[in-house]
Nanobody, 116 residues
């Protein structure tokens, strides 16, 4: 079955960096578009970034453009989110996502807290 497992979250000071990972299994990872979303403490569910199968196309939310970088390693079935210059407003649970077979699949999420 499809499985997505996020890791790499934690507590970081404003201006710091974190790298999130999402290990995928149960599907042909190298052929699918992958995305990162986040859910804020207020409950908002936001798109963060997306990447196509070949890494030739990436898309970012305006709020993270220039600070976050999405990448993938198809040999390791893993998608990454490098987050830099973090702000308190980036505090959220971060989820990776794949849409396949008419369904959205989500991991369990990883908590990122940006606070001094």
């Amino acid at each position: 079955q499809v499985q997505l497992v996020e890791s790499g979250g934690g507590l970081v000071q404003p201006g710091g960096s974190l790298r999130l990972s999402c290990a995928a299994s149960g599907f042909n990872f190298s052929t699918y578009y992958m995305t990162w979303f986040r859910q804020t403490p207020g409950g908002a569910h936001e798109f963060v970034a997306g990447i196509n199968w070949s890494s030739s196309n990436t898309v970012y939310a305006d709020s993270v453009q220039g600070r976050f970088t999405i990448s993938r390693d198809n040999a390791k079935n893993t998608v990454f989110l490098q987050m830099s210059t973090l702000k308190p407003t980036d505090t959220a649970v971060y989820y990776c996502n794949v849409f396949l077979g008419g369904f959205n699949y989500w991991g369990q999420g990883t908590q990122v807290t940006v606070s001094s």
